[in-house]
């Protein structure tokens, strides 16, 4: 399959710990108890947003073939949707951003790490996808750990550029699909 399959069809991506899948209106009760808390948001660059505060939204249009990737992270000790990655930003087909985002009390157990290393396996295994990047607020120390931790290198420092709606100094990580060979 190519990217653009996957776009149609989502994928499902299981590690020891999580399942990262599509989610559905079933997750919405396990999303409200962390979608909408402030601490997640701190190095976020916005706080939460309206579909932050009412999870339900997600789910009240029917999903149209979209560009990108927003799958759920499931505990598969708990079965709920306990956070959420995003592949977005395609361009060419051949460059992407990453982003994710854990419940507070799921955070410092490994599962970003988890969760992130299996996506990005999945890219550079099952798309044509060869290079995924992102912006991390430089006081975001666990961000960077997870990154470092998945084989993403710092690429450069940006002084007071603009991440999401704040203006902060940043770095940019990248990990090219050749770099994990
Ligand atoms: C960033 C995030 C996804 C990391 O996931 P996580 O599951 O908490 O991270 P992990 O448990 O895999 O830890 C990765 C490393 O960071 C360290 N770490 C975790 N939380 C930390 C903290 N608050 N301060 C410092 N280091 C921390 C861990 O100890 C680990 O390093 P180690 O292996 O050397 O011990 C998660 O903290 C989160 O959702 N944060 C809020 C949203 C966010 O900022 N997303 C990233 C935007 S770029």
Redesign the pocket.
């Known amino acids: 399959m190519a990217l653009s399959d996957y776009l149609q069809k989502k994928p499902v991506i299981d590690t020891n710990r999580l399942r990262i899948r599509p989610m559905c209106a079933a997750d919405v009760s396990a999303l409200r108890e962390w979608m909408p808390d402030k601490?997640?948001?701190?190095?976020?660059?916005k706080g939460p947003g309206k579909t932050d505060r009412n999870p339900e939204l997600l789910f009240e249009k029917e999903e149209k073939s979209s560009k990108s990737f927003h799958l759920g992270i499931e505990e598969k000790s708990s079965a709920k949707v306990i956070?959420d990655i995003w592949v977005y930003l395609i361009e060419g087909n051949r460059m992407a951003s990453v982003?994710?985002?854990?419940?507070?009390s799921?955070?410092?157990?490994?599962?970003?790490?988890?969760?992130?290393s299996a996506m990005t396996d999945f890219c550079f295994l099952h798309t044509e996808l060869q290079r995924l990047w992102?912006?991390?607020?430089v006081r975001?120390?666990?961000?960077?750990?997870?990154?470092e931790?998945c084989g993403y290198r710092q690429e450069g420092l940006i002084r007071q550029g603009k991440m999401v709606n704040t203006w902060c100094d940043y770095y940019i990580y990248g990990k090219l699909n050749s770099d994990s060979k």
């Open positions: 601490s997640i948001y701190t190095y976020w660059g956070g982003a994710i985002r854990l419940s507070q799921c955070q410092g157990k490994g599962y970003g790490t988890e969760a992130l992102t912006k991390v607020d975001n120390i666990a961000s960077q750990k997870m990154l931790k």
